[in-house]
């Protein structure tokens, strides 16, 4: 497993293409040479799940692919293995230690790191220690079943990290500083900057829209990575 002394800030930020058309998928992934690690979920991969993929190949990207994979450990353990053509280098799913046993069964010898998402970010509860225990308890699960780590907001990285190690934490949710005032309208609440997500211990980060729909994506990246610079 990967530790946190082998964080990277080359691979920390992945850019979420969180498009329907590959036309899309490629301006911005032309457009951001330095960016190497991008996700695929659900929307894009659905439409163009074998083009997309093959695309990003093609650059040496490496590839997140995000289908929060849940269902009985046989059939997680099937979709898992036809995964395995691709080899992503992480893939997630969103199930108990059985399921998460299955995948990494599925996984088979590959280089591909299961995560398993502990608490959605747009889940919200007025006890925020409730969420800190659900998130804690999912990663219990996930780490008793053997798999690489987890996906969780990075509200709840540095105890995941204090806890667990060797653990992979990915933090979705990403928001610039400026855009504080706008969570209240956006379907992710549990947000945290860049900057903070490092500080606690994320091993990445994964942007999408503050990026993707920025009039200049390059700037914004250039603004992400001064930030995490300046840490350290």
């Keep these: 497993m990967m530790t946190i002394t082998q964080r990277s800030k080359e691979t920390f930020v992945i850019v979420a293409l969180d498009f329907s058309t590959l036309s899309e998928v490629k301006t911005i992934v032309h457009g951001l040479p330095e960016i190497n690690f991008y996700k695929v979920g659900m929307e894009l991969f659905y439409a163009y799940g074998a083009d997309s993929i093959d695309f990003l ?25 036809s995964l395995m053509r691709w080899e992503p280098d992480y893939l997630t799913v969103f199930t108990d230690k059985k399921g998460v046993e299955a995948a990494i069964i599925g996984s088979g010898t ?12 747009s889940d919200i509860d007025s006890d925020f220690s409730k969420s800190e225990q659900t998130v804690l308890d999912r990663a219990e699960i996930t780490f008793q079943a053997g798999g690489h780590g987890v996906i969780c907001s990075g509200k709840e990285s540095s105890l995941v990290r204090k806890k667990y190690k060797d653990f992979l934490i990915v ?27 490092w500080q ?17 994506p390059k700037d914004i990246i250039a603004r992400i990575y001064k930030e995490i610079d300046l840490l350290d």
């Design 171 to 197: 933090n979705p949710g990403i928001r610039l500083i400026e855009e504080a005032s706008k969570i209240i309208h956006d379907d992710q609440k549990r947000v945290v900057t860049p900057s903070a997500a």
């Design 200 to 216: 606690n211990g994320a091993n990445n980060i994964v942007i999408g829209r503050p990026v993707t729909k920025a009039n200049s």
């Design 57 to 81: 190949k093609s650059l040496n990207k490496k590839i997140f692919l995000d289908l929060k994979i849940n269902d009985i450990p046989n059939t997680i353990e099937k979709a898992v293995r």
């Design 110 to 121: 590959k280089k591909t790191k299961i995560l398993n998402v502990t608490l959605l970010t």
